[in-house]
């Protein structure tokens, strides 16, 4: 049976299905849980869309405007206990979904879990660059081609998620990008990825390039200012565009909890391995061989050194230091 068949298995038709996107979610989530919800209406079930949390980006809403999205948040959706959800570029019981009431029925996701979903159906490529093309997999087993709306979004996702073809690519994706590139508004979608920043955000820059540490081939960045999770990814990726860095942790207050977002260049150190290491016993994360995130809440913070120290941990530093004393 092919994925998507399997996930229609695993749904009711006669009830409507909700379609969620990860917490804060960023193009990759929105594009997939869009372009499937409409992959699936063709095969008669109906959708609805929706996420945790609020949407930091701009370059998202411009998108999700533009593209005429119907997405809201999981707090208007009144889904009801007898909804099923599928989840799109995470899972539940990860720290960036909230629960929704009714049954995840389907996980379609390219982050490596912790633990195997307990739910009827689920779709994890790890080597995907993607959830974006995980999602157009299943338009060509449905023998369907994604409209230009439904190509523009996941091209969008396809190619912020490996940073215009520069991490993580797997030969998938990149077949999914030589269709969609025409398929989709290419212009649309190049012109976002170049814009995600503001004049604005120069502020958090001048304090991360002011504020960072750096232990060889380790940048360490602790903001103190306000900074959306993808203002943040950003810096991490202009850290990581130095020679002489290979890996970057960004660490960001968010009211009751310390947000991290972690760049890594070097196969022997990825980010979810060394975030899990790192986070053991005080917050939760995880990601990809490249990038990757996390959460630590308020009263388990160890301090900004503190935190640094557990990375130089995780990479086997400290005991290097210990040894030749
Ligand atoms: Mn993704």
């Not at 996701?109 to 159906?121: I, K, M, N, S, V």
């Not at 207050?253 to 070097?266: F, K």
Request: aromatic share 8%; net charge negative; glycine share 10%.
């Amino acid at each position: 049976m092919g994925n998507l068949s399997g996930l229609c298995a695993a749904l009711d038709p006669a009830r409507p299905v909700v379609v969620q996107a990860h917490d804060f979610p960023d193009h990759d989530a929105v594009g997939s849980a869009f372009a499937l919800a409409r992959l699936l209406e063709r095969r008669g079930y109906s959708c609805r869309l929706c996420y945790g949390g609020t949407i930091q980006s701009e370059s998202l809403r411009v998108a999700i405007d533009h593209l005429d999205i119907p997405i809201s948040t999981c707090a208007e959706l009144d889904t009801g206990e007898g909804a099923q959800i599928v989840v799109v570029d995470g899972f539940v019981g990860n720290s960036n979904m909230v629960g929704l009431p009714g049954r995840v029925v389907g996980v379609l996701d390219h982050h490596r879990p912790p633990a195997e979903p307990a739910c009827p159906f689920f779709d994890i490529r790890e080597e995907y660059g993607s959830c974006a093309t995980i999602v157009f997999e299943y338009y060509h087993e449905a023998g369907v081609d994604p409209t230009k709306v439904e190509s523009t979004a996941l091209l969008i996702g396809l190619m912020m998620d490996t940073a215009f073809m520069t991490r993580g690519v797997s030969h998938k994706d990149l077949a999914a990008f030589s269709e969609l590139f025409f398929a989709g508004e290419w212009e649309i979608a190049a012109k976002l990825l170049r814009n995600s920043l503001s004049l604005a955000d120069l502020a958090t820059f001048r304090e991360a390039i002011l504020g960072c540490v750096v232990a060889r081939d380790f940048c360490y960045v602790q903001l103190e200012g306000e900074c959306s999770a993808e203002v943040a990814a950003l810096v991490a990726d202009f850290f990581l565009g130095l020679r002489e860095i290979q890996f970057v942790a960004v660490v960001t207050n968010d009211r009751d909890q310390h947000r991290l977002s972690v760049r890594s260049e070097d196969p022997e150190r990825p980010t979810d391995a060394i975030i899990r290491a790192a986070l053991d016993g005080i917050g939760s994360g995880g990601g990809h061989t490249h990038m990757g995130g996390g959460t630590i809440p308020e009263d388990l913070y160890p301090g900004n050194e503190g935190l640094r120290k557990r990375f130089l941990a995780a990479f086997g530093w400290l005991d290097e230091e210990q040894d030749s004393e």
